[in-house]
Nanobody, 115 residues
Framework: QVQLVESGGGLVQPGGSLRLSCTTS????????MGWYRQAPGKERELVAI???????NYGDSTKGRFTISRDNAKNTVYLQMNSLKAEDTAVYYC?????????WGQGTQVTVSA
């Protein structure tokens, strides 16, 4: 079992930045890849960004160019740097980690973009 603990959410003004963190309870290499997803009220959960153990990344269409996913293997942590935030980025952001026969989610952290 792997637990994922997110942090870094909060309230930010439009155009501002936030950095989310997700730390695993076991070695990050226990998982094949990790990612961030988000879910806004009344909408389905959507992909924000993913990063593999090899460092390959992929982004959802709505966040390309504004968000950056990265990882610190020594700290068993994945980050999501969010810049140029918009009101439509408001959502609960979830960390996900997966591998062969494994799929884990964090508890979620709220990000609210509002003036």
């Amino acid at each position: 079992q792997v637990q994922l603990v997110e942090s870094g959410g909060g309230l930010v003004q439009p155009g501002g930045s936030l950095r989310l963190s997700c730390t695993t309870s076991r070695s990050i290499f226990t998982l094949t890849a990790m990612g961030w997803y988000r879910q806004a009220p009344g909408k389905e959960r959507e992909l924000v960004a993913i990063i593999t153990n090899g460092g390959s990344t992929n982004y959802g269409d709505s966040t390309k160019g504004r968000f950056t996913i990265s990882r610190d293997n020594a700290k068993n942590t994945v980050y999501l740097q969010m810049n140029s935030l918009k009101a439509e980025d408001t959502a609960v952001y979830y960390c996900r980690g997966w591998g062969i026969g494994m799929n884990y989610w964090g508890q979620g952290t709220q990000v609210t973009v509002s003036a």
